[in-house]
């Protein structure tokens, strides 16, 4: 069963607009956490932001912000004030539990294109 | 700080010939794990090393193996390579994998990784 889902494959958005990118999740665990990495062309995996299931806020690193709601299993990014450089695989990732292997589950991504 | 690195950059092979992938750990963290990324996927998990002891594995066949090092470097190998086999292969370290509570965040730092061709 999939357990990360991305739907959308392409987004493509103007420059200095806000952009959202879906994510949804199953799991049955209580305790998991959710991750979003951006992935440039050259392959690197670069982590934006985390949000652990028992966190009670919304979590924000600069630009990016993290859309929890856990009754609907969503963890959409929001990117603020987008710029050039924002052009890249955008990936949503969870964790599950707290205990062995911090295997990261990956969904298939949504390629974002920032145009001027 | 030195950052997680990964060799060789590219690799080209044919198909039943076997290969060995570098990851040189962030320093600090004792706990690498692999992940194979195929053209247009996400990553998926193949295994991680926590300490010189392999800590959880996805679903890939035993010809996927790994070391890690007292150093906490750590090597993929992959045998009898395959067509499929052709993919982008990320490492990423991280420290203890035993989190302090539940969801604990515990980032792990990825390396540019190393894009295998299997011909």
């Known amino acids: 069963a999939q357990k990360i889902t991305q739907t959308q494959p392409g987004m493509f958005v103007q420059e200095k607009e806000a952009v959202t990118l879906d994510c949804t999740y199953d799991?049955?665990?209580?305790?998991?956490?959710l991750f979003w990495y951006k992935q440039p062309s050259s392959g690197e995996m670069i982590f934006l932001i985390y949000?652990?299931?028992?966190?009670?806020q919304n979590a924000t690193e600069g630009r990016y912000s993290l859309n929890f709601q856990k009754a609907r299993k969503s963890a959409n990014l929001v990117i603020s004030a987008s710029q050039l450089g924002d052009s890249a695989m955008y990936f949503c990732?969870?964790?599950?539990?707290?205990?062995?292997?911090?295997?990261?589950?990956f969904g298939q991504g949504t390629r974002l294109t920032i145009n001027p | 700080e030195t950052g997680v690195t990964q060799s060789p950059t590219h690799l080209i092979k044919t198909r039943g010939q076997q290969v060995t992938l570098r990851c040189s750990s962030q320093?600090?963290?004792?706990?690498v794990s692999w992940y194979q990324q195929a053209l247009g996927q996400g990553p998926q998990f193949i295994f991680q090393?926590?300490?010189?002891?392999?800590?959880g594995r996805g679903n890939f066949p035993p010809r996927f193996s790994g070391l890690q090092f007292p150093n906490y470097s750590s090597e993929l190998n992959v045998n009898a390579l395959e067509l499929d086999d052709s993919a982008l292969y990320l490492c990423?370290?991280?420290?203890?994998?035993?989190?302090?509570?539940?969801?604990?965040?515990?980032?792990?730092?990825f390396g540019p990784g190393t894009r295998l061709t299997v011909l």
């Open positions: 949000q652990g299931s028992y966190d009670q």
């Open positions: 320093s600090g963290h004792n706990t």
């Open positions: 799991t049955s665990d209580p305790s998991y956490g």
């Open positions: 990732a969870m964790r599950e539990g707290y205990m062995g292997a911090q295997k990261l589950v």
């Open positions: 090393y926590y300490r010189e002891e392999e800590n």
């Open positions: 990423a370290s991280s420290l203890e994998f035993r989190t302090s509570g539940p969801a604990a965040y515990n980032e792990q730092f």
